[in-house]
């Protein structure tokens, strides 16, 4: 039997006004920030509101045969894990299964949100669904499950799927291993992985990821001094820690261009990665980098394709955090004790974590300038994930379903974000197939204040997502 696309679309579309939207809204007013930054998360509550939230609208779905279950560990965030059965006229008789992925946990709220917006209260303006969390990620888990649906209702087929949605992705996924290791004769064999946590360069196509960065953060910090001292004092017989902390962080990143140092965080960029980029860079034209820039403000490479490899190939490191500082209303005239940085180093695919995570201890603690106390903390380390080569039918099934939902073929790009479960899943599945993807496009800025989700970019990828299930079935 052949799929109804026009069926299908009706499907998804009106899943998306009467049901998702109602449920991302709810979803967004639910302060579920992720463990990395509420140590108290499970005394709160937040997190099982929005995990109780995504299980009840799961399990109201009409999809035959569905399991809805939340798994839970001690001392970890839950997991909901959706099994349905295999469907349809065509469905395989191999035992494939479809692995789809998303998760509930949040970013902060973070500052400087535009008035009229924030981070816990929804706000639909036009296409745009403002609020933390319904693009990171939210809407993955309804998306997931409307797909599959939508397959079912247009007559077509797919293959067994388990929706899985977990709950400290944006710390790293530390939770993920131990859930993986439990659930593993449930979950299966996967051949094909889908994942909506990812980003696109435009939203009028499916973009495809290639690959991702892998992520370590540390604590590097710098003391002098037991307890504050008057600056009139101590200023020019004290070293200031804001100084040393400066010049160490020096020895790994060149000032002038933020090129890291360390031959331990690089990677050899394959020839086709670079190529692949290189016409995407042509294609997207001055619609590459729609960053907030102030004033003259630009990046330190020049050229489209050279920006476009720095933020996916290239190490990176951001200084997303800083103690010891007070603000500026309330600086007395105190030489401070110490200052520590929150650093955020994104690693390329290739680049073992732990090894690059080593030599940053090696080379910011090794002869402190003044003799003043240096210590790098690594608080945690992923890796980095390089898409496997794609096979035609995935190839021709993702032009077909982006040509049918968006009117244009399928693209490719690299993100620099993470994404923890994927090189997780590569490294468990080696010869699945590998969909990533996502609603994170221009201006969405996921993490950031003002954080939407494109509504209409959400309803077509879900529609081509059911199409691709649908193709997967029929291989």
């Known amino acids: 039997m052949t799929l109804d696309v026009e069926l299908l679309g009706d499907h998804v579309d009106a899943t998306w006004e009467q049901s998702i939207l109602p449920a991302l809204v709810e979803y967004i007013r639910i ?108 809407y993955a888990v309804f998306a997931s499950l409307t797909a599959i ?16 949605a977990e709950c400290s992705e944006e710390s790293g996924s530390p939770d993920l291993p131990a859930h993986l290791a439990a659930l593993g004769d449930r979950i299966g064999n996967p051949s ?73 965080l690089q990677t050899t960029i394959p020839e086709e990665r670079r190529s692949a980029l290189a016409a995407t860079a042509t294609e997207l034209g001055a619609d590459l980098a729609p960053f907030p820039f102030v004033g003259a403000t630009r990046s330190p490479h020049e050229g489209h394709a050279e920006q476009l490899l720095a933020k996916t ?80 039918w995935l190839a021709a099934a993702l032009d077909e379903a982006s040509e049918e939902a968006f009117g244009r073929p399928s693209s490719t790009i690299g993100e620099g974000g993470t994404i923890p479960f994927m090189a997780m899943l590569g490294a468990r599945f080696p010869d699945a197939q590998f969909l990533i993807t996502g609603v994170l496009g221009p201006g969405s800025n996921a993490h950031g204040p003002n954080e939407f989700l494109h509504l209409d970019m959400g309803r077509r990828l879900t529609a081509a997502v059911a199409q691709i299930v649908d193709a997967h079935a029929r291989r």
Not at 196 to 201: E, M, Q
Request: charged share 20%; with cysteine; proline share 9%.
């Open 313 to 392: 190939w290239h190490a990176s490191m951001s200084v997303t955090g800083m103690d010891g500082v007070p603000p500026g209303d309330q600086a007395g005239n105190v030489l401070r004790p110490f200052t520590a940085a929150t650093l955020s180093f994104r690693l390329p695919p290739g680049v073992d974590p732990d090894a690059a995570g080593d030599a940053l201890v090696v080379a910011l603690e090794a002869d402190p300038p003044h003799g003043a106390q240096v210590r790098f903390t690594v608080r945690s380390a992923e890796a980095g994930w390089d898409a496997p080569p794609t096979e035609p």
């Open 31 to 138: 302060p579920n920030v992720s463990v990395a930054y509420d140590a108290g998360w499970a005394e709160a509550g937040h997190m099982d509101r929005a995990v109780e939230l995504a299980r009840a609208w799961c399990a109201a779905r009409s999809i035959p045969g569905m399991t809805v279950a939340v798994e839970e560990l001690p001392g970890r965030t839950p997991v909901l894990l959706c099994d349905v059965p295999a469907f349809g006229p065509d469905q395989p008789t191999d035992g494939r299964t479809v692995l789809l992925y998303g998760h509930l946990d949040k970013q902060p709220p973070m500052h400087g949100w535009r008035d009229g917006l924030g981070p816990w209260e929804p706000v639909v303006d036009g296409d745009r669904l403002y609020g933390r969390g319904g693009a990171d990620d939210g």
């Open 192 to 264: 094909l992985v889908v994942c909506l946590d990812s980003g696109c360069a435009t939203y009028d196509r499916v973009w495809a990821t290639t690959s991702l960065r892998g992520n370590l953060i540390g604590e590097l910090r710098v003391d002098v001094l037991t307890e504050g001292v008057h600056s009139g004092n101590a200023g020019g017989v004290v070293p200031s820690s804001f100084r040393i902390l400066r010049r160490v962080l020096d020895r790994i990143e060149d000032p002038d261009t933020g090129e890291l140092l360390l031959p331990e």
């Open 149 to 164: 649906e939508a397959v079912e209702a247009a007559g077509g087929s797919h293959a067994r799927c388990v929706v899985i």
